[in-house]
């Protein structure tokens, strides 16, 4: 069974400051993993997706993460915060064919100080 | 392209109510989810029609939960009788074959 752990609900930064959400996963096949966003009253936007391609992910709005496999784990990174990245981001599994049957972790809310 | 539509966007129902929630996916997407989303947590897979075919319902309360996806399009998703625990928000998402999943904005549901 697939499962996905993400450390930390609420991440509160800077504006300008480095973002850092932990995820670790665990899979019993090569994963495929992704990290969504989410804003208030609105469905869950693809920020980046890892398809067994290259290790470091580049996405969208200046997201980044990388596939570590001796560490299960597949953080996600903006090198400087902006406020309009207060949302939820939440990190996802699927085995099989990429984008089938996700397992989402729990979420983390970040919040973005001026 | 339009996205995944859904309807209503939100709904207040007393307990034993019953209630139903339509999603419409994006043109051509033959898989289709069914996801719930309780305050805090991220989303949890219910079912999963592949066309009209149902994929995967193991995580589906089938004593008051159904779904169907006539026609391979449109889904709806039916709770009957609400609990106060099936408060929360209910996601729809579509996928092409090898591609990732497309969400719509959800149904928040409350149930009083």
């Known amino acids: 069974a697939q499962s996905v752990t993400q450390l930390g609900s609420h991440v509160s930064v800077s504006e300008g400051a480095l973002v850092l959400l932990r995820c670790n996963y665990s899979?019993?096949?090569?994963?495929?993993l992704f990290w969504y966003v989410q804003y208030p009253n609105q469905g869950l936007q693809l920020l980046l997706k890892?398809?067994?391609?290259?290790?470091l992910v580049k996405g969208i709005n200046g997201f980044e993460a990388e596939f570590k496999k001796s560490e299960t784990s597949f953080h996600l990174t903006k090198p400087s915060a902006h406020m309009s990245d207060a949302a939820e981001y939440f990190c996802?599994?699927?085995?099989?064919?990429?984008?089938?049957?996700?397992?989402f972790g729990g979420g983390t809310r970040v919040l973005v100080k001026p | 392209e339009a996205g995944v539509a859904q309807s209503p966007r939100y709904k207040i129902i007393e307990k034993r109510q019953s209630v139903a929630f339509w999603c419409n996916p994006i043109?051509?997407?033959?898989?289709l989810y069914w996801y719930q989303q309780i305050l805090g947590q991220g989303p949890k897979l219910l079912i999963q029609?592949?066309?009209?075919?149902?994929?995967?319902d193991s995580q589906l309360p089938k004593d008051r939960f159904s779904a169907e996806r006539l026609k391979g399009v449109d889904s709806t998703l039916k709770i009957q009788p609400a609990k106060l625990e099936d408060s929360a928000v209910y996601l729809c998402?579509?996928?092409?074959?090898?591609?990732?999943?497309?969400f719509g904005p959800g149904t928040r549901l409350t149930v009083l």
């Open positions: 998402a579509s996928r092409a074959s090898y591609n990732e999943q497309f």
């Open positions: 899979s019993s096949v090569p994963p495929y």
């Open positions: 890892y398809t067994s391609a290259a290790t």
């Open positions: 996802a599994v699927s085995e099989g064919a990429a984008g089938n049957k996700l397992t």
């Open positions: 043109s051509g997407h033959a898989t």
């Open positions: 029609f592949q066309n009209n075919g149902v994929v995967d």
